[in-house]
């Protein structure tokens, strides 16, 4: 148990600079890794999610992967797919990488390696109705945890909603 104490603070001490195996990882018995699915579709606030979940919720060895999905009606024949050949009905898709698309998730898999270089990161780019689709594949994945970026109405919306329940309990 000594033996095991002193692997856990050689661990600690190493964690930020990531100057530890996979193998003293497993050896002081933390080896139960997640899968944490991130949305991330280009906005501000996917890249704090994502931000958020590489430093409270991921650990060492995890695998995050990073999910973006496209909107049916704004690209019909948009598909990519990096790794999961068994999750999605190719039937229907094609295997498409736009640049843009590309681009994004990339830089985010660039973010992940640049905070956390021991963690596995998948690329996951599909097409459908955002909720739905975003849901399936999560339990599909048998993801451990979903961090989704969250938007605030703007200062004008707020305003009219205000105004909007005055009247209506006045």
Not at 10 to 15: D, I, V
Not at 70 to 83: A, E, K, L, R, V
Not at 87 to 103: F, G, M, P, W
Request: one cysteine or more; a positive charge.
């Amino acid at each position: 148990m000594r033996g095991g104490g002193s692997i856990l603070r050689q661990l600690s001490a190493n964690k930020g600079s990531g100057h530890f195996s996979e193998k003293e990882w497993e050896k002081a018995g933390l080896s139960s890794r997640k899968r944490v699915i991130v949305a991330v579709n280009g906005s501000r606030e996917a890249k704090h999610a994502l931000l958020w979940a590489l430093s409270h919720v991921v650990n060492a060895f995890d695998t995050v992967t990073l999910l973006n999905v496209i909107d049916n009606q704004n690209n019909p024949n948009f598909m990519c797919i990096d790794g999961f050949s068994d999750v999605i009905d190719h039937s229907q898709t094609k295997r498409l990488v736009n640049a843009k698309e590309y681009e994004l998730v990339t830089s985010f898999k660039r973010l992940c390696k640049a905070h956390r270089p021991e963690v596995n990161v998948e690329v996951l780019v599909t097409q459908g109705a955002r909720a739905t689709t975003i849901v399936r594949l999560t339990k599909k994945l048998e993801a451990s945890l979903l961090v989704l970026g969250q938007t605030r109405p703007s200062l004008l919306e707020r305003y009219v909603q205000i105004l909007l329940r005055q009247f209506l309990h006045s």
